[in-house]
């Protein structure tokens, strides 16, 4: 029987996560076994992938992403960015520091949003940048948000690698952080990635994947303090970007 144009497109997307999933690399049998479809029904749409630009094939046979991928990708990106920013906005002006929205992109957090301080001496982090989840505050509230083994399996790709020496660089004492952060509900980035900088971030619940809210700035201003005070008004602010990401 024929496959419905439905049916097509659920299996062409699930190949699509599976190569993600995958690294963005696999071959035919990888994606097989992640995706549970057939071999020939692989071999068929990765052709119509390829042949749209959605997939590559390499030389070896393999399959990558394919340019349009990131396209897609920067749209949804600019987009979920102009639908949180008001957001943001408002927690810039209650705190009075750099707000940002960041979401686990693969192995790494990618800032997606941002609402800056007014103050001369103020945090910028561009929108899109890339960032390691262990030694930042978004990219260890998006890190608490998995199980460990899921941890464990995205730092052996990506190492520990220490941004300052203040960063994490031991697997079981991410672990151990990790897990603090779950039962508080809110992560620290104490001089981790930056050394003078401060950053608190919570979770953004009911976003498609883990995400998370953010307000950072020099230490002497941002200060634990400053946190007690931030960390309510991050929270209420991610439950309403929670709400239009999945609205």
């Not at 390829?50 to 991928?69: C, F, I, M, W």
């Not at 990506?158 to 020496?165: F, K, Q, R, S, Y």
């Not at 930056?194 to 498609?208: L, Q, S």
Request: glycine share 10%; hydrophobic share 40%.
């Amino acid at each position: 029987m024929a496959e419905s144009g439905v049916q097509s497109v659920d299996r062409a997307i699930d190949l699509l996560e599976a190569l993600t999933d995958l690294g963005g690399d696999a071959g035919l049998s990888e994606l097989s076994v992640s995706s549970g479809l057939p071999l020939p029904t692989i071999h068929r749409l990765m052709r119509t992938l390829v042949s749209r630009g959605y997939a590559r094939q390499l030389p070896s046979r393999r399959y990558t992403l394919g340019p349009r991928v990131i396209r897609l990708g920067e749209a949804a990106g600019r987009q979920l960015g102009a639908g949180a920013r008001p957001y943001l906005e408002h927690i810039a002006r209650e705190l009075g520091e750099t707000a940002n929205l960041a979401m686990l992109d693969r192995e790494m957090a990618v800032y997606v949003a941002q609402a800056s301080s007014t103050h001369s001496m103020r945090m910028f982090t561009e929108v899109g940048r890339r960032v390691y989840c262990h030694c930042t505050g978004v990219g260890k509230m998006v890190l608490a948000q998995l199980d460990d083994d899921a941890v464990r399996d995205l730092t052996a790709r990506t190492g520990l690698p220490a941004a300052t020496d203040r960063s994490i660089t031991d697997i079981d004492a991410l672990l151990a952080e990790l897990a603090t952060i779950r039962e508080r509900g809110y992560a620290v980035d104490d001089g981790e990635q930056e050394i003078g900088v401060r950053c608190f971030a919570v979770p953004v619940p009911g976003a498609p994947t883990p995400t998370a809210v953010s307000v950072s700035g020099p230490a002497a201003r941002v200060t634990f303090a400053f946190g007690e005070r931030a960390v309510p008004v991050l929270r209420e602010t991610a439950v309403a970007v929670g709400e239009q990401l999945a609205g």
